[in-house]
């Protein structure tokens, strides 16, 4: 398991351990004032030895690698903004199953669905929901009727009502 710190900081350690060996201090001394285990301090000094103060630089915690490659990804962001239609898929939404059918079929890599949402991010993408409007709507005709006809068939506005000996008083 890694330990604490930022790179940096693990770096000035080991250094600083290997600064107490050459002073003279026995590797578990070095190891307590430290809080690492003694076998820790020996590999530094093993390191150091065959490699050098090199050996002891920050190195980035690597992960894992990532099953497509940068051109891969940008394959997939034009491939997902051509919409799922363009890809044979019945739907006019995009789904992390869908989305993982096409990876595997045209990239060759298996995604497993609950991961696209990740991969998806990565790529700049976030979850939408596209806005559902009738093919045949014609915005034109509804302005033009809401202008024309809609005006006469609204009800009029209330008039002043003139309160009335059954009215209920205000009190």
Known sequence: MRSHGSPAELERRRVRALE?????????????????????????????????HAGL?????????PKLTSQQRRKLVRWILQ????????????????????????????????????????????????????????DRRIRQWVHQQWRSAKKSPARARVPTSSSPVAG
Do not use: M, N
């Open 20 to 52: 107490w060996l050459e002073e003279g201090l026995p590797a578990h001394v070095v190891a307590q004032r430290l809080g690492v285990d003694r076998r820790s301090v020996r590999r530094w000094l093993r390191t150091c030895r065959e490699e050098g």
């Open 57 to 65: 630089k920050a190195r980035p915690a690597s992960g894992r690698p």
């Open 83 to 138: 919409g799922p239609e363009a890809w044979e898929f019945s739907t006019a939404r995009w789904t992390c199953q869908g989305i993982a059918q096409l990876i595997q079929k045209r990239l060759q890599v298996v995604y497993h669905p609950d991961h696209i949402g990740r991969l998806l991010r990565s790529c700049g993408f976030t979850p939408q929901r596209p806005q559902t409007r009738a093919q045949e709507r014609d």
